[in-house]
């Protein structure tokens, strides 16, 4: 009995010891080896049995998870980089195993079309995906909006907002077809499109990262309307955003979510030293600040 | 009318991967209505394969057996049997009452019947106190004897035990015997197996004596008893106050000695025969080869 | 018959199994906390979630009991005091394997009441995309029973067949997963893609596909999760298809039991 209770308390103490490194090396695991590899939807499917649905939403919950704790990172922390083409993948695989998991869609619509800029993976799934989900008019608008403001095929982006308005009802989607297809209407387009996104979504991280977005664009619009004022009244490009402050066509110069520096290229498109994404601004920037 | 229960030519091989077992070879009885049948062998002489073969529990190679003249492998046969398999396994997660209910439904007993008769046989063996308790925390005697009861609570004109009294406390012994001599007097035929000696000399009619599956002999028991006296123990006084004297006599002088003593004034205080047993006799038939 | 399947449902829950059910059944207290991370289909994924833990419980059941029922009977020789009784070969069988889908079913009921109340509950604070289609969420559950009922007729023929529970065990389990990809299987061979493939692979799956059990048709959970109308002919069909396999299965079993020697 004594031997046996002091068996345990060694075992207990050893385990003890254990446990803080374990615990660590399973913190610093990399995204990758915490999700473990996600073998291909196409693969997954012959293993899945009855779970598909479920397999499906397992990864898209892990991915969630994950992309919340990457970009809820307090102040005072690390901001640690996000594997967006892992996120990519495993999205991937979600969509084949249940082509109507709309959190995958969304997820990838809302996240991955920006950050990673796969506009035509992202757009094969979704039109994947509107095979089964005939019903939901987010997936001809999501297929829209990508083409309208990323490949700007016009065309495509009217027929897919056509069909969001016919499958909706929703007179904003008609809106979107005729209104904003055209070189100058991109940031209202994105706004109009990010405005109806961000309302959409219940996850706090991804409404975090659509209104940061949001609020860049509508920085860059009130820049282009600025500039446009700018040459109307002057009849030539300003050469800087200073110029624009100088002459009062703007208050200030508009503060770049991303922690950029907004700036006028040659030909008179804003830009940002952020590249309106996080973590450009650490490495050597090869952009030339006029 | 056909027998309760015949056996023709029966032969049962145990094939396996290396070895050939010829359990049962050519074994012919038949087992009259109201008759004590014994099947006495030693261990592995294929006892239980023979009663598995009446119970179409394993199909015979050749030959066949009958209940009332019925093929046993139809179901319905069984109908008229109880059957009491050799170390008897019964579902451990029932009571024993449960269990005699259950039995009882499947040979279509009526409620009320099923209940006298259950509490009837709990009670003659000894079974009451643990009849609500889960089979599983019988032990091994317990067990064979709700076995029996199980095997009897349809109260059939024919019953079939493997080993009954194998595992049971000496007390439990006779409580058995009694029972199976009492089925006897009701009409009923018995079928059992054993490799006890003693249990075929007190209450069988006839024993089977099976060897390496090989059905012996098949002879009554009584006569059996009666051609092995082998002398007469005579216990005598010569005269009234004489000593006792104790002689021998040969069952062919009996007659003639007995007259010899009464005639010259001796009494006789005794008179025993001495037999050579059932055990020497199935001795001899094992020993045969 | 009847008396088999009672004392074979008397036996599973005196084994405790049904604790075991309520046990693991305490999982689906989560499906509305997990829910609630989803962006867009909240409902959707407490659906998801109560279906396919009711499955997965199922299939558990069905593998462990029907794997284990006859070879146990056997192994202990229950079936000798059993099969001493007047009851034929065939009816005991039946009764030991109605006993077990009668369990499924009753189980089945439980868990996706279980399910229901839970998901519902999400429901009042998300509401769905489309309203949920209760009727199809039956549907998907009643078939799901079907499917295990084909599983456990598999486990018995297996059992009817050897001495061992490993087979009867393992071999459900692999007739499962088989049986649940063949039609993505069968897919796959009839598409473009597979025209590489060797027309004797072709062959030999498209016979696999006839031949096993198409476990993947009892699968109506999508039209639950995101209330796509029901093919009422769809499901007379597959209903139709699950009564001649399972005949046929336990009409084999039945055959082989009645040869096996105990
Ligand atoms: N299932 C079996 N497989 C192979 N051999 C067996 C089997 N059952 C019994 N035997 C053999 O058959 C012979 C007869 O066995 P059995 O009928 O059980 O004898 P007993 O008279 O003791 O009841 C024995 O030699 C035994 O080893
Ligand atoms: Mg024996």
């Known amino acids: 009995m004594k031997k046996m209770l002091l068996y345990l308390l060694a075992c207990t103490i050893l385990l003890a010891a254990v446990i803080p490194p374990f615990v660590g090396y399973q913190k610093q695991k990399s995204f990758a080896e915490q999700l473990g590899v996600v073998p291909r939807g196409e693969v997954l499917r012959y293993v899945a049995a009855d779970q598909k649905e479920f397999l499906a939403a397992s990864v898209v919950l892990k991915v969630l998870i994950y992309f919340g704790g990457r970009s809820q990172a307090l102040p005072n922390q690390v901001q640690l980089p996000v594997d967006y083409p892992g996120i990519s993948r495993i999205l991937h695989s979600a969509v084949k195993l249940d082509p109507r998991n709309m959190d995958a869609h969304y997820f990838a619509q809302a996240i991955l079309v920006w950050d990673v800029k796969q506009i035509d993976v992202a757009n094969g799934l979704l039109e994947y995906g509107m095979r089964y989900r005939d019903w939901d008019f987010y997936l001809p608008f999501f297929v829209g909006f990508n083409s309208g403001y990323f490949l700007k095929d016009y065309e495509k982006a009217a027929r897919m907002y056509r069909r969001a308005a016919e499958l909706s009802g929703n007179p904003l989607f008609i809106q979107l077809a005729g209104r904003y297809l055209y070189e100058a209407g991109r940031t209202e387009h994105a706004i109009v499109y990010l405005t109806a996104m961000e309302k959409s979504t219940r996850n706090e991280s991804v409404k975090k990262n659509l209104r940061t977005r949001l609020e860049a664009l509508v920085a860059v619009r009130a820049i282009e309307n600025a500039r446009d004022l700018f040459a109307s009244r002057f009849g030539r490009q300003p050469h800087s955003i200073g110029e624009l402050v100088q002459r009062g066509m703007l208050s200030s110069i508009p503060h770049d979510p991303y922690g950029g520096t907004f700036y006028l290229d040659e030909d008179g498109s804003v830009r940002s030293t952020s590249k309106l994404a996080f973590g450009h601004l650490n490495q050597p920037s090869t952009e030339v600040t006029q | ?289 | ?262």
């Open chain 3, 1 to 262: 018959m009847k008396n088999i399947l009672r004392i074979t449902i008397l036996g599973i829950m005196r084994d405790r199994v049904f604790h075991g059910i309520t046990v693991a059944a305490l999982v689906f207290g989560l499906v509305p906390v997990i829910s609630q991370l989803s962006m867009r289909q909240v409902t959707e994924l407490a659906l998801t979630l109560s279906l396919s833990l009711t499955s997965f419980l199922l299939l558990l059941l069905s593998v462990f009991l029907g794997g284990v029922s006859l070879w146990k009977d056997i192994d202990r020789r229950y079936a000798y005091s059993i099969l001493g009784l007047p009851l034929r070969r065939s009816d005991y069988v039946l009764g030991k394997y109605l006993g077990i889908v009668s369990f499924i079913l009753l189980t089945a009921t439980v868990l996706g009441i279980v399910g229901a109340l839970f998901s519902y509950s999400a429901i009042g604070v998300y509401p769905p995309n489309r309203p949920v289609l209760w009727e199809n969420y039956v549907y998907a559950i009643f078939f799901d029973v079907l499917k295990y009922a084909l599983l456990v007729s598999f486990a018995f023929l297996f059992s009817t067949i050897s001495t061992s529970f490993f087979l009867p065990m393992f071999g459900a389990v692999c007739i499962f997963f088989v049986g649940s990809s063949s039609q993505e299987a069968y897919n796959y061979v009839n598409s473009p893609e597979a025209a590489a493939l060797h027309p004797a692979a072709k062959s030999a799956i498209t016979a696999l596909y006839y031949v096993l059990p198409n476990f993947g048709a009892f699968d109506f959970k999508t039209n639950a999760i995101y209330s796509i109308p029901m093919d009422y002919q769809g499901l007379m069909l597959t209903f139709v298809y699950f009564c001649c396999y399972v005949s046929i299965v336990l009409g084999l079993a039945v055959i082989l039991f009645n040869r096996r020697q105990l």
């Open chain 2, 1 to 289: 009318m056909s027998h309760p229960l015949e056996l023709s030519s029966v032969s049962k091989q145990y094939v396996s991967r290396k070895h050939r077992v010829d359990a049962v070879r050519e074994v012919s009885f038949a087992v009259a209505a109201g008759e004590i049948f014994g099947f006495l062998g030693p261990n592995g002489a294929g006892k239980s394969t023979t009663i598995k073969i009446i119970m179409n529990l394993i199909r015979a190679d050749r030959g066949t057996a009958t209940i009332f003249g019925t093929p046993s492998t139809k179901a319905e046969t069984r109908r008229h049997v109880g059957f009491l398999p050799e170390n008897p396994a019964l579902y451990d997660y029932m009571t024993g009452a449960e269990y005699l209910r259950f039995v009882g439904n499947v040979h279509g007993m009526p409620k009320q019947r099923i209940r006298q008769r259950s509490d009837e046989l709990l009670m003659l063996l000894d079974l009451l106190p643990a009849a609500k308790r889960a089979i599983r925390s019988y032990s091994k005697g317990m067990l064979q004897k709700l076995g029996l009861a199980q095997a009897i609570i349809h109260d059939p004109p024919v019953l079939i035990l493997d080993e009954p009294m194998s595992g049971l406390d000496p007390l439990s012994r006779v409580l058995v015997k009694e029972l199976i001599v009492n089925e006897k007097k009701n009409g009923k035929t018995v079928f059992f197996s054993t490799h006890i000696i003693s249990d075929v000399e007190r209450v069988c009619d006839r024993v089977g004596i099976i060897r390496n599956g090989i059905l012996k002999a098949v002879k009554e028991v009584a006569p059996l008893l009666r051609e092995g006296i082998e002398a007469y123990r005579v216990r005598f006084a010569e005269h009234e106050s004489s000593a006792e004297q104790e002689i021998m006599v040969s069952p062919d002088d009996l007659t003639t000695q007995m007259v010899a003593i009464t005639s010259t004034g001796g009494t006789i205080r005794l008179l025993e025969p001495v037999r050579k047993n059932l055990e020497d006799f199935f001795l001899h038939i094992i020993r045969e080869d």
